[in-house]
């Protein structure tokens, strides 16, 4: 019983002291990282005694040279590198960087095959006594680069017009022995000097627009989710032969916005033994450059006949609306509006007073008519022609005297809008006059049949 006591009072005194023991750690291997991109290995040292700031040597046991030492970078000692590691060391692709005094990362910036084998994390004692574990080691596997990714058609750079439909298709693929997953990103840079908030507050020229992740779930850009969430922004994959997957990203209407230089990203990742994601390569590739052009550039509204027309009460009053510069290539919903302001009071005179609508035309050919409902019965707006709409009043009456404008709004690139979608832009022709008199009173110019007014118009 008495041997019992004493040995557990020993066992319980060490684990005691070693609560304090050194303990340096790596992550669990193996590791598989693809040749010509960088290697990170953290290594992180705890429970030691000394200054908060400790010294790291990375040791490499190269399986090309039967597990030979080799010093590979040291916090401490300019000369710790073996000889195929001091041009490396001296030109910065290989270093340690440091994330706090305990915690460092060794960094390979380009892997080489003989970069194969079994890295050691050693740290040089500070503690009084020593205990504990002073070095840990992980087997880091390089593998080949076999990512792949190309594109079918570039952007020429010649301007598009606002609300076009544009289409980018990237191919990808992967040929590894290993469980990897790939990862394609659609993104555009800024042509121009202004710079993007991302969520993080950090500023860049660069915007992800939408990805096929590790897990191949579709995740837009923080900058695009309404319009992925709108139908606006799709990606789609789809598969090919040897291998390689078809991704198409396709968008709706093009806006202002759109102008810029377009990229397709492909990336690999592993999972690691820790359970972690990691990306071991990464290629990106410039498709072209979009221009959109603007639809306020070439939009124009054009109401007849112009200025000033006097008509008899009872002729009827034909009033045109013509949309030019509108791109032919491009469909877009229009919502056509009549507007009048002004009427003739009890002493003839022309008043001002709050624009009201007369009629409209929505996208999709429904007219209806403001809060004259009569009017209805007594009118008509009809679509003549491609971007030609008339208002007809059948009988013109005194109140039907004011001031007429057609109001046009586009719908760039959406021919049957929603409800809730946004209007791209929306134009106003100038005013004609109206005025409408009784029989015998003054006018410069008067015309008392349909067929005089046909003519006018």
């Known amino acids: 019983m008495a041997s019992m006591k004493t040995a557990l009072f020993v066992f319980l005194h060490w684990v005691l002291q070693c609560a304090v023991c050194r303990d340096v750690s790596v992550p669990p291997g193996t590791l ?148 990897t997953q790939l990862s394609i990103t659609f993104g555009k840079r800024n042509n121009g000097e202004g710079l993007w908030a991302d969520g993080g507050g950090e500023v860049s020229n660069i915007r992800e627009i939408i990805s096929i992740d590790k897990l191949l779930g579709v995740v837009p850009g923080r900058m695009y989710k309404k319009r992925y969430d709108d139908g606006e922004i799709t990606l789609e994959k789809r598969n090919k032969e040897g291998g390689l997957g078809e991704y198409v990203m396709k968008m709706r209407a093009v806006q202002p916005d759109d102008t810029g230089s377009y990229f397709c990203e492909s990336m690999q990742w592993i999972r690691d033994p820790d359970r972690s994601w990691q990306k071991i390569a990464q290629r990106r590739l410039d498709i072209g450059n979009l221009t959109v052009q603007q639809l306020a550039e070439s939009l124009s509204i054009s109401s007849s006949p112009r200025g000033e027309v006097t008509l008899q009460v009872g002729a009827p009053l034909i009033l045109t609306c013509e949309v030019l510069g509108l791109p032919a290539e491009v469909n877009s919903g229009l919502l056509v509006q009549w507007m009048k302001r002004g009427s003739v009071s009890s002493d003839g005179a022309m008043s001002g007073g709050v624009e009201v609508e007369v009629a409209r035309m929505s996208p999709d050919g429904v007219v209806s008519w403001g809060d004259d409902l009569s009017r209805a019965s007594g009118g008509s707006m009809e679509k003549v022609a491609g971007g030609r709409y008339t208002l007809k009043l059948f009988s013109g009456q005194p109140l039907d005297s004011g001031v007429y404008r057609c109001v046009v709004s586009v719908y760039a690139g959406r021919a049957n809008p929603d409800p809730s979608t946004p209007v791209t832009l929306t134009q106003r022709s100038e005013g004609v006059t109206v005025n409408l008199k009784s029989k015998g009173e003054s006018a410069a110019c008067i015309f008392s049949d349909t067929r005089a007014s046909s003519e006018h118009f």
């Open 32 to 179: 598989y990282r693809v040749a010509g991109f960088p290697l990170s290995l953290p290594c992180a040292v705890s429970g030691f005694e000394g200054p908060r700031t400790q010294d790291f040597e990375w040791l490499l046991y190269r399986d090309d040279a039967g597990g030979k030492q080799m010093g590979v970078v040291s916090t401490r000692d300019k000369g710790f590198p073996y000889a195929p590691f001091q041009p490396r060391v001296k030109n910065g692709e290989v270093r340690v960087e440091r994330d706090s005094g305990d915690k460092v990362r060794l960094v390979i910036q380009r892997l080489r095959a003989e970069d194969q084998g079994k890295y050691e994390c050693y740290t040089p004692s500070t503690d009084i006594a020593y205990q504990g574990n002073y070095s840990a080691s992980v087997p880091v596997k390089v593998i080949p680069d076999t990512l792949q990714v190309s594109y079918t058609r570039s952007l020429t750079g010649q301007p598009v017009p606002e609300g076009a439909e544009l289409t980018l298709i990237c191919s990808g693929g992967i040929q590894s022995e290993q469980l």
